[in-house]
């Protein structure tokens, strides 16, 4: 049974920082791209940050890129996602997820993943 989990969400002042991190079970997890996403109410889920199985391969969102750094450990089936200077632009709930593909590919659309976390709620005030 695969699952990830996430933690490391909460409440932040706009400019501070968080770390996320996503810890993976039941699965092969060097064998995974890894995505962060987030989704804000009303709004649609859209990646925010994706790394290859290898971790040698990364994506950032443009609004994003610079203040967000998504990192993965094999040895502990764990990705994370570091965010600074967060805006309240940036509250929403993160989403991990996981994608079985080739070592150095990443995946960017929801529907290429085959499984994903609960959740964590993201709030920036300004």
């Known amino acids: 049974q695969v699952q990830l989990v996430e933690s490391g969400g909460g409440l932040v002042q706009a400019g501070g920082s968080l770390r996320l991190s996503c810890a993976a079970s039941?699965?092969?997890?060097?064998?995974?791209?890894m995505g962060w996403f987030r989704q804000a109410p009303g709004k649609e889920r859209n990646v925010v940050a994706a790394?290859?199985?290898?971790?040698?391969?990364?994506y950032y969102a443009e609004s994003v890129k610079g203040r967000f750094t998504i990192s993965r450990d094999n040895a502990k089936n764990t990705v994370y996602l570091r965010m600074n200077s967060l805006k309240p632009a940036d509250a929403a709930v993160y989403y991990c997820a996981a994608s079985r593909r080739p070592s150095q590919d990443y995946a960017l659309h929801p529907n290429e993943y085959d499984y994903w976390g609960q959740g964590t709620q993201v709030t920036v005030s300004s």
């Open positions: 790394i290859s199985g290898s971790g040698g391969s990364t």
């Open positions: 039941g699965l092969t997890f060097s064998r995974y791209a």
